[in-house]
């Protein structure tokens, strides 16, 4: 359905939007999928498209964990594993648990506050499918 | 060595190539978690060495992701106008927003140079230096020619030799100001993510 709408002006102008969305929420999205501990990097991919749908290209990942790890929110390990190679396995540091509970809080008054706004957009909108 | 280590080797070693301007710990820490990640990859039977590294981007694009990460993370707390300067020309090569912003670090940098240098060229060569004014003209500049010994010009010169603490005053203000805006303009660096989308929509390029 969404691929036959691709290329009008209109769904391309959506679908940079929401892309543009998406992007504003990806470091605080990688951040929450170490909440509950160390992660390798095709793991985060793993987890962030199960629990959020979000999809990134592989060569994506990688850049923005050194990055967070520059910045000092996550730390990384080489651990062996039974795979038989070892993997570089990522968790957070006290400052990114920090940085991901303020992200956390600050998305979800945000979220809040614009689905007060939004509310009778959907309800409008449901009111026309039901007619 | 099959066909498919030698399609991983060869994407390696074009990613190692690419990783300039990190140290060689750094390069290496980089190539071998994406060697892992191929080789992880490659457990799966139904998944293709081909398919794995159509995913992971063409070698440069993955080595400049890494290269501005680092580069604009390094200049978000440097107060060197070179290091801003390569941070912003790199931002530059992703779209008109970091182009406009290395043409401000540009035009900021180089109006606080040009000021320091006038104080410098003020003690050399004070009657050709200085803030000029005329007819249509207010100026800070260095004048070929000795204007301020022709009676018969109506451009004069206002400040003399206050040019020189002006000048050093204007300069490093010009630089500062340059140095914290850029500093500001860089943190809001939004990163190119090349795909992302849904589970229940199909792929897109996101920039």
Known sequence: ????????????????????????????????????????????????????????SEG????????????????????????????????????GRERATRMAETWTEFSAGLGFLIEPVLKDKETERAL | ????????????????????????????????????????????????????????????????????????QKAQHSISPLVLLRATLRWATTGVEGFLVFVIALCGYGMGVSFLFLALLKPFFPRNTGLWAGPGEFSFSFRMGATMTNPASPVRELLGWWLIPVCLVLGSLSLAGTTKLIQFLLRRFRWKVPFVTTTNAPAMMAM
């Open chain 1, 1 to 56: 359905m969404a691929q036959l709408r691709f290329g009008t002006p209109e769904v391309e102008t959506t679908d940079k939007w929401e892309a543009q969305m998406r992007k504003g929420c990806l470091e605080m999205a990688v951040l929450a999928s170490l909440w509950h501990g160390r992660l390798y990097g095709l793991e985060i991919l793993r987890v962030l498209e199960r629990d959020s749908r979000l999809v990134l």
């Open chain 1, 60 to 95: 994506t990942i990688y850049p923005i964990l050194n990055r967070l790890r520059a910045e000092g929110l996550v730390q990384s390990q080489w651990v062996e594993a039974e795979a038989g190679h070892p993997r570089k396995y990522y968790e957070l540091t006290q400052n």
């Open chain 2, 1 to 72: 060595m099959t066909t498919s280590d030698k399609q991983m080797n060869d994407y390696l070693a074009r990613l190692r190539a690419a990783l300039t301007g990190m140290t060689l710990a750094e390069r290496e820490d980089i190539v071998e978690e994406i060697r892992m990640h191929i080789r992880e990859r490659c457990g799966d039977p139904r998944t293709s060495v081909e398919a794995i590294l159509a995913g992971l981007g063409p070698a440069d694009e993955l080595a400049q992701q890494y290269r501005t990460g680092l580069l604009v």
